[in-house]
């Protein structure tokens, strides 16, 4: 697939949300937020091309992978078209030797990896394979113990102070610059709810960006990290969804930076709170209708922009 087609799904993924939201269905942007909460290591572009061709998508692979764990994807499913990176090994320059070589000289000697571009690979979902059942790793139903502590433990590294009082009521929770304080007593769900989104404030506009958006953005912005955060662990959110629209208010532009943002900063927390898998799944050609690609991490960001769509 050539890269101007990719760039069009890309593009058209974006606009469709746009065009939801435009006529009032603010359902479509809470169909992405859920698909950020379960791809949270994927690209913005990618979360957007996975949520359009299949929102209901709850678990990707290629066909190698899925036949990896006993599972085959089904006949006449379709794949699912996401970008995966190119990376080639470069050979550093030669350079004149000299007597003293350091201790990780022969590091530096070794090819260094690139990244060249992107390709088109396709992957598919759970639902879309049948063969074994899978391993359950964990079911955490609105039980939060360890991420709970987890993320007090990332707060604290973020060099930002945490203390409990009752006197913010009816306020749950404050933010103000390097100290979090939070409403002593909540439930450990609705306590790391909140915590959620005043770290995401603490990361998000403690910058010039506070000067750039305004409050309801910012807080919308906020609440949209936790509701990201809070399903990709499995706990309830209520209604707040049907508020996200707010997000938008109108303009295009507002709703891709404001998306992005809440998917970069989601995606920092979760890997700072979820348990280390041990697996690892690597992206496969695309060189058949049934391609072999499987997850692939975020790329870095500087390589990332395509046409005004992040990947």
């Known amino acids: 697939m050539k890269l101007e087609e990719i760039n069009n799904k890309t593009n058209e993924a974006f606009s469709f949300l746009v065009a939801a939201l435009e006529s009032g ?11 950020m909460a379960r791809f949270h290591t994927y690209s913005f572009g990618n979360i957007m091309l996975i949520a359009r061709q299949k929102p209901t998508a709850t678990r990707v692979a290629g066909i190698r992978t899925w036949n ?65 059942e899978l391993p359950t790793l964990t079911d955490v139903e609105g039980d939060v113990t360890g991420y709970r502590e987890r993320l007090i433990e990332y707060v604290e590294s973020q060099n930002i102070k945490l203390r409990y009082s009752e006197k913010i009521a009816p306020a ?23 915590l959620v989104h005043e770290m995401a404030h603490e990361m998000l506009h403690r910058s010039e960006r506070r000067t750039l958006t305004t409050k309801q953005v910012r807080e919308t912005e906020a609440e949209a990290v936790a509701f990201v955060v809070c399903q990709s662990i499995g706990l309830e959110t209520g209604t707040a969804s049907a508020d996200y629209i707010q997000l938008w208010n109108g303009d295009a532009n507002l709703l891709a ?27 496969e050609p695309a060189n058949q209708t049934q391609a072999e ?18 990947f």
């Open 257 to 283: 930076e404001s998306l992005g943002v809440v998917q970069r900063t989601a995606a920092v927390i979760l890997g700072a709170i979820s348990p280390r898998l041990a697996t690892s799944e690597e992206a």
């Open 25 to 35: 269905e603010s359902e479509v942007l809470t169909e992405y937020l859920n698909a």
């Open 68 to 132: 990896s764990l006993g599972r085959f994807v089904k006949r006449g499913e379709k794949g699912i078209l996401i970008l995966a990176p190119m990376v080639g090994r470069k050979k550093p320059t030669d350079e004149i030797a000299t007597e003293v070589e350091s201790e990780n000289s022969a590091d530096e000697r070794k090819p260094q990896q690139q990244l060249y571009g992107f390709r088109a690979v396709y992957v598919f979902d759970v639902s879309q394979t049948e063969g074994k």
């Open 172 to 194: 749950k929770g404050l933010s103000s610059g390097g100290r979090i304080t939070l409403l002593a007593g909540m439930q450990p769900a609705e306590e790391f709810s909140t």
């Open 293 to 310: 690609p499987a997850p692939i991490a975020q790329p870095p960001a500087e390589a990332e922009a395509l046409s005004g769509i992040s």
